[in-house]
């Protein structure tokens, strides 16, 4: 069976331990979730506490990618977790790791729907195009309608005035099918091309 041969404070993380085995770097580990194991330096690992260990070490890879992803930008917990699945992150170790984010206040999916509304409702983005990003980020169904919501409330964006909106750009569009379909010219392919002037 391998040996615990270090187990000592680690100098650039409050609170952890770095763990060697067999005279190589295990991993850095929380102080916290070894005190149960009973871990002796110099004596062997039994098979339970190493897979426990192993467990943890996955956990702790797990959190660090997911920090990394989330400093380039913020992203919703389910698609977070794909992505560190996607990286061969073993499933558990990166569930452990998002309720850990969460219970940091890292993850947070209402936060991160009403900025994400917000910066692109400023952009001119409707609301049933927020709506539906949303979701395909993983984002609670009710979450996203009300996060969208408040953010177009905020930009002074109401369903009167969408509605308003919508109706203006059929008119639009039904004023040029009108004009296309009388001029009589079948060979032009659909109804935004230019109407050419008839010879008088």
């Given at each position: 069976m391998p040996i615990l041969t270090g187990l000592a404070p680690d100098p650039r993380q409050l609170g952890y331990r770095l763990v060697e085995?067999?005279?190589?770097?295990?991993?850095?580990?929380?102080g916290d979730a070894l005190a149960s194991l009973q871990l002796d330096v110099g004596r062997e690992i039994p098979p339970a506490v190493l897979a426990r260990?192993?467990?943890?070490?996955?956990?702790?890879?797990?959190?660090?990618?997911?920090?990394?992803?989330?400093?380039?930008?913020?992203?919703?917990?389910?698609?977070?977790?794909?992505?560190?699945?996607?990286k061969q992150h073993p499933p558990e170790a990166v569930e452990a790791a998002l309720q850990r984010l969460e219970a940091r206040g890292l993850i947070d999916d209402r936060r991160f729907a009403e900025q994400y509304a917000t910066?692109?409702?400023?952009?001119?983005?409707?609301?049933?195009?927020?709506?539906?990003d949303l979701r395909?980020?993983?984002?609670?169904?009710?979450?996203?309608?009300?996060?969208?919501?408040?953010?177009?409330?905020?930009?002074?964006?109401?369903?009167?005035?969408?509605?308003?909106?919508?109706?203006?750009?059929?008119?639009?569009?039904?004023?040029?099918?009108?004009?296309w379909s009388e001029s009589g010219d079948c060979s032009r392919s659909s109804p935004g091309e230019a109407i050419p002037e008839q010879p008088h």
């Open positions: 085995v067999d005279r190589g770097r295990f991993a850095s580990l929380p260990l192993r467990e943890l070490a996955d956990i702790e890879a797990a959190c660090r990618a997911a920090l990394r992803t989330l400093t380039r930008r913020a992203r919703a917990r389910l698609e977070l977790g794909r992505k560190l699945i996607k910066v692109r409702a400023a952009r001119g983005q409707g609301p049933a195009r927020l709506v539906k395909a980020q993983g984002v609670d169904p009710r979450v996203a309608e009300e996060s969208v919501r408040r953010a177009l409330e905020d930009e002074g964006f109401t369903p009167e005035i969408e509605g308003r909106a919508v109706a203006a750009k059929r008119a639009r569009q039904l004023g040029t099918f009108r004009l």
